[in-house]
């Protein structure tokens, strides 16, 4: 497939250039221009369109709460045990779901979901493509990050089972695990070969095993700064990676944040101040911190902000004050970085995903329109 002559927003750099891009076995396989094509390849005259990497969203729960339903179609939170690190974001996701269709229609082709922010642990994500019929089919990382909780939400959901009442008990019981994950990994590696040292099976801490050796970070969920803080500080006591999610008073901890060496997955801001933590929620957050020098993606926390309207997320955090380029970033290559997926998606490059947004417009602007979404080098949607 040949697309020709569209503005073609690399994200290798600011701006855009006239170009073709040629894509074969679901990969860019060469760009530049007057690009020559033998066989029977569809051409497609991209001319005074724009052409974006696909776009992305590290952080949301799309394919776990199904649309238009309830409790049957509703799996984002296991709310029997605040300590659930054996849950897995792929035994929930239902692509079928038309929430995923939407998102593709609204040029997001790729997502990290997983597990809600009801429990301190909650489970691990995974980031998919947005298209198709078997879940096992559309993952690009799997595991890649544990969901973890700070503030509100762990003690709001277990006050009333007498388990949490305090941030401090939060903080203790993630704590407690991550001090029995280390001792059940270092008897595991202490054992061997010899089966009879090996100490009793433990779900829940093989399931943290990756995270105490930094192979995946934690996904904290923090609002409020002294929980951002509380993360950063349990992260750096047991030297995990982690990533900063919500991350809403970040901008009044700037120091702090961006010291940390963290990256922030910022949102969402489309919505209602429903909580205490969220009183001083803002779009002017996202483009703060990416000038104090981190690396920001934008979230929609989809359902509670619907998928399709990431980009017009981004296009908000641009009129709080965010770089127009950096917006740009914080739902493409910048996501894609932060979720260790960006030797295949978040760019056009040649070598990488046939993951591409052809638009009229800006789609950063309510007034732009999604012409067509390919993902894998097939056309998903068109206008």
């Not at 776990?64 to 799996?75: L, Q, S």
């Not at 993360?231 to 702090?256: P, W």
Request: with cysteine.
């Amino acid at each position: 497939m040949l697309i020709q002559n569209g503005n073609v927003f690399t994200m290798e750099k600011p701006g855009c250039e006239v170009m073709d891009i040629l894509v074969d076995a679901g990969k860019i396989i060469e760009m530049g221009k007057h690009l020559a094509v033998t066989g029977d390849a569809t051409i497609i005259d991209a001319s005074g369109k724009n052409i974006y990497p696909g776009f992305i969203d590290a952080h949301c729960h799309l394919g776990m709460e199904e649309t238009a339903i309830g409790f049957e179609g509703n799996d984002v939170n296991e709310m029997s045990d605040p300590i659930t690190p054996q849950m897995r974001a792929i035994d929930a996701l239902n692509p079928m779901d038309e929430t995923l269709q939407n998102a593709y229609a609204g040029g997001v082709t790729t997502v990290c979901s997983g597990p809600g922010s009801a429990n301190v642990i909650g489970g691990t994500f995974c980031v998919y493509k947005t298209y198709g019929t078997c879940i096992d089919e559309m993952i690009v990382k799997y595991p890649a990050a544990m969901k973890c909780a700070f503030g509100e939400n762990p003690k709001r959901v277990y006050a009333q089972k007498d388990r949490i009442k305090t941030r401090m008990n939060t903080a203790a019981l993630l704590r407690e695990t991550l001090f029995k994950a280390k001792e059940y990994a270092a008897k595991k590696e202490a054992a061997g070969d010899d089966v009879s040292k090996l100490p009793a099976f433990d779900m829940k801490l093989e399931a943290m095993i990756p995270v105490i050796r930094k192979e995946i970070p934690l996904k904290a969920h923090a609002h409020r700064a002294d929980d951002i803080l509380t993360s950063i500080r349990i992260a750096k006591e047991f030297d995990l990676n982690m990533t900063l999610d919500h991350c809403t008073e970040g901008h009044l901890i700037i120091k702090q944040v961006v010291d940390s060496g963290f990256d922030a997955i910022v949102g969402p801001a489309l919505t209602h101040k429903t909580k205490f933590e969220l009183k001083n929620l803002t779009f002017a957050t996202a483009g703060i911190l990416s000038k104090a020098g981190m690396c920001v993606a934008i979230n929609t926390d989809s359902p509670v902000v619907p998928q399709e309207y990431l980009p017009i997320c981004a296009g908000l955090a641009r009129k709080s004050g965010m770089d127009a380029f950096e917006a740009l970033k914080a739902i493409t290559i910048n996501p894609a970085k932060i979720l260790g997926v960006d030797d295949r998606i978040g760019s056009l490059r040649v070598g990488k995903d046939a993951d591409l947004v052809m638009t009229e417009g800006d789609p950063l602007d309510t007034s732009g329109v999604i012409m067509m979404t390919m993902i894998d080098g097939k056309i998903v949607y068109t206008k």
